[in-house]
């Protein structure tokens, strides 16, 4: 399995899981609620079953670090290690609770996992996952500049290619008015 093999292997399950368990999701979107801990689970369940993935395991501490990945895997005897982000976002959709959240805190958040990656993974490597939500449909498909925003942050914050994580993201409908963005990237 190539390293292009094991980062669409994690995007794959965890949009198979999003999809699947939208009765799940949308208890957390509507509220604006994260649900990191649970997705862990499901993701360490989903790739567990896979082929090719060996000694899955969650919370492992990153090498000579008492700070722990969310889910480390072996594939073809390379370590990997995986960060998981739910963020939730400040954005106004119908059907969706009006509370405000922090999201430039929330991105924030996602970038220190990604800079945990680039430092803590030293010869394995890094995958950094996260999920935006609630993403009104709106700004996905008519406003994407207040989108476009916070991802180049990211980009920029953390030396990746330019229109990278638009470019792989998959946005997942729970509702005609908004739904989730999912976002997977390796991190070397």
């Known amino acids: 399995m190539s390293?292009?093999?094991?980062?669409?292997r994690v995007r794959e399950a965890l949009k198979e899981i999003l999809v699947r368990r939208q009765d799940v999701i949308m208890l957390a979107a509507r509220p604006k609620s994260k649900f990191e801990h649970w997705l862990k689970f499901e993701l360490g369940v989903a790739l567990s079953?896979?082929?090719?993935?060996?000694?899955?395991k969650l919370?492992?501490?990153?090498?000579?670090?008492?700070?722990?990945?969310?889910?480390?895997?072996?594939?073809?005897?390379?370590?990997?290690?995986?960060?998981?982000?739910?963020?939730?976002?400040?954005?106004?959709a119908q059907g969706v609770e009006e509370k405000t959240r922090p999201i430039t805190k929330n991105i924030?958040?996602?970038?220190?996992?990604?800079?945990?990656l680039h430092t803590k993974c030293q010869s394995s490597s890094g995958i950094a996952a996260?999920?935006?939500?609630?993403?009104?449909t709106r700004i996905w498909e008519h406003e994407p500049e207040k989108l476009l925003y916070h991802l180049q942050r990211i980009?920029?914050?953390c030396k990746i290619t330019k229109g990278t994580?638009?470019?792989?993201?998959?946005?997942?409908?729970?509702?005609?008015?908004?739904?989730?963005?999912?976002?997977?990237?390796?991190?070397?």
């Not at 924030?108 to 945990?116: A, F, P």
């Open 165 to 188: 994580l638009l470019e792989e993201a998959e946005f997942i409908v729970l509702d005609p008015e908004f739904g989730i963005a999912l976002f997977v990237v390796q991190v070397i």
């Open 108 to 116: 924030s958040s996602i970038i220190s996992d990604i800079e945990k």
């Open 130 to 136: 996260f999920v935006l939500l609630p993403v009104p």
């Open 49 to 56: 079953a896979a082929p090719g993935i060996q000694n899955l």
């Open 59 to 92: 919370e492992e501490p990153f090498p000579r670090s008492s700070e722990r990945s969310d889910l480390s895997l072996e594939v073809n005897g390379s370590k990997w290690y995986v960060e998981l982000k739910t963020a939730n976002t400040n954005w106004q």
């Open 3 to 8: 390293t292009t093999d094991v980062v669409m």
């Open 155 to 157: 980009e920029d914050a």
